[in-house]
T-cell receptor, first 117, second 118 residues
Framework: SQTIHQWPATLVQPVGSPLSLECTVE??????LYWYRQAAGRGLQLLFY??????ISSEVPQNLSASRPQDRQFILSSKKLLLSDSGFYLC????????????????FGPGTRLTVL | KQEVTQIPAALSVPEGENLVLNCSFT??????LQWFRQDPGKGLTSLLL?????REQTSGRLNASLDKSSGRSTLYIAASQPGDSATYLC?????????????????FGKGTLLTVNP
């Protein structure tokens, strides 16, 4: 079965510090991968998605970046955090093509709660 | 640009009641629609996925319907229980590049916060 991991679960960082959040998927290959942010009182905002190794699409211009160094690994980074980067960060995946489970059903990881002080 | 609206924003019901959550979207050229549940401080759990060619999907006490032409979906929860208390989110996937959109991305509503009282 497929499993998605995110770490750390919680993170408290000072303004101006770097950030690295990691997401890995098990039990599938060539997934589409996504990073979302959920801020308090707001909906889910898509930040980045990737359809393959080294292929990153950015949805919102900001001081965050994403990388996909391996097929099932997706990393969210920042060189200098801002207060406005605080939020709940969720990684998600879908199958890239028809398979035994529902096509294009999206599955989410447990999330990382980031607080920037 | 696709917009997804969920009504009501919050709902409180007594245990055992049947209830309906509503979701509407502005662009009917969708690939599929997905309902999720989110518990406080947790990730999203997929409940039901309806492809654009389908009218409804059922899982246990949950039934989701889709009327693509009118841009609406409903999530019906039968015999609600306190354990059903959570935020329920609706999301639509775009119709693909051939329809001017991307089928890689989901557009989410802001959710309905459901409280089922014992």
């Amino acid at each position: 079965s497929q499993t998605i991991h995110q770490w750390p679960a919680t993170l408290v960082q000072p303004v101006g510090s770097p950030l690295s959040l990691e997401c890995t998927v098990e039990g599938t290959s060539n997934p589409n991968l996504y990073w979302y942010r959920q801020a308090a009182g707001r909906g889910l905002q898509l930040l980045f998605y990737s359809v393959g190794i080294g292929q990153i699409s950015s949805e919102v211009p900001q001081n965050l970046s994403a990388s996909r160094p391996q097929d099932r690994q997706f990393i969210l980074s920042s060189k200098k955090l801002l207060l406005s980067d605080s939020g709940f960060y969720l990684c998600a995946w879908t199958l890239a093509r028809t398979s035994g489970i529902s096509y294009n059903e999206q599955f989410f990881g447990p999330g990382t709660r980031l607080t920037v002080l | 640009k696709q917009e997804v609206t969920q009504i009501p924003a919050a709902l409180s019901v007594p245990e055992g009641e049947n209830l309906v959550l509503n979701c509407s979207f502005t662009d009917s050229a969708i690939y599929n629609l997905q309902w999720f549940r989110q518990d406080p401080g947790k990730g999203l759990t997929s409940l039901l996925l309806i492809q654009s060619s389908q009218r409804e999907q059922t899982s246990g006490r949950l039934n989701a319907s889709l009327d693509k032409s009118s841009g609406r979906s409903t999530l019906y929860i039968a015999a609600s229980q306190p354990g059903d208390s959570a935020t329920y989110l609706c999301a639509v996937r775009g119709g693909g590049p051939q329809r001017g959109g991307s089928n890689y991305k989901l557009t989410f509503g802001k959710g309905t916060l459901l409280t089922v009282n014992p």
